[in-house]
């Protein structure tokens, strides 16, 4: 078994496109149209699906904003350099809402940012992530 992708709702598909491929640097893998029940799916990615995890943007045409609830937390995604990736996000007009620094009772360098519908990236600086207790600690405060 292995984990395949993560499904996100979003409200407009080609804002959505640009911030995931365009500032973050994936590469959109494929995109559907399914008329008969009004949606397209476009999954991204940093590789192809046969090897990674990658996300499903959905959209449900029609429909503009998601409520994002207070149960789903985040995505997170491993950086050789944390420091230049921020800059490099807030250059390309992404939003920077953690500047990277070491997480709140850890060591591990940590930065976030939001896509143009609300949700989390967690950026994890590769290389420098603590204790596997640090991690689940990381997680749960997050």
Known sequence: MRLLHTMLRVGNLDESLKFYCDTLGMKLLRKKDYPGGE????????????????????????????????????????????????????????????????????????????DPNGYKIELIQLGTQGSTSEKKEATANA
């Open 39 to 114: 949606f397209t799916l476009a999954f991204v990615g940093y590789g192809e699906e046969a090897d990674h995890t990658v996300i499903e943007l959905t959209y449900n045409w029609g429909k503009e904003q998601y409520d994002l609830g207070d149960a789903y937390g985040h995505i997170a995604i491993g950086v050789d350099d944390i420091y230049a990736t921020c800059e490099a996000i807030a250059a390309r007009g992404g939003k920077v809402t953690r500047q990277p620094g070491p997480m709140k009772h850890g060591s591990t360098v940590i930065a976030f940012v939001e």
